[in-house]
């Protein structure tokens, strides 16, 4: 099974970029599709986006779309969420999360393997 660990948060001013990466390890990551969630204190998991490799199918939740950017490097088991234009409603937990199903779902409950998370604070 996949093991996933994010890294790249941090603490940052409204309008900057951050990058998480998500590294994979223990099976081949283009085996799976990958979910990215954030979870705000208090809040339930929410979906942020996905990506399918086998469609290249891409999608994102309306709340970052034009402004968050999923992409992956199979060769390096790694995926990608590029965040832009920050707010401070974007301040979470954030997670990456995989799936065997190639079946497109925005449903916390339909990924099998979870990252840690890593925090992404947005300060105004």
């Known amino acids: 099974q996949v093991q996933l660990v994010e890294s790249g948060g941090g603490s940052v001013q409204t309008g900057d970029s951050l990058r998480i990466s998500c590294a994979a390890s223990?099976?081949?990551?283009?085996?799976?599709?990958m979910g990215w969630f954030r979870q705000a204190p208090g809040k339930e998991r929410e979906f942020v986006g996905s990506?399918?490799?086998?469609?290249?199918?891409?999608y994102y939740a309306d709340s970052v779309k034009g402004r968050f950017t999923i992409s992956g490097d199979n060769a390096k088991n790694t995926g990608l969420l590029q965040m832009n234009s920050l707010k401070p409603e974007d301040t979470a937990v954030y997670y990456c999360?995989?799936?065997?199903?190639?079946?497109?779902?925005?449903?916390?409950?339909?990924?099998?393997?979870w990252g840690p998370g890593t925090q992404v604070t947005v300060s105004s």
């Open positions: 999360a995989a799936t065997r199903s190639w079946v497109v779902t925005t449903t916390p409950g339909s990924y099998e393997y």
């Open positions: 990506i399918y490799w086998t469609t290249s199918g891409i």
């Open positions: 223990g099976d081949t990551f283009s085996r799976y599709s």
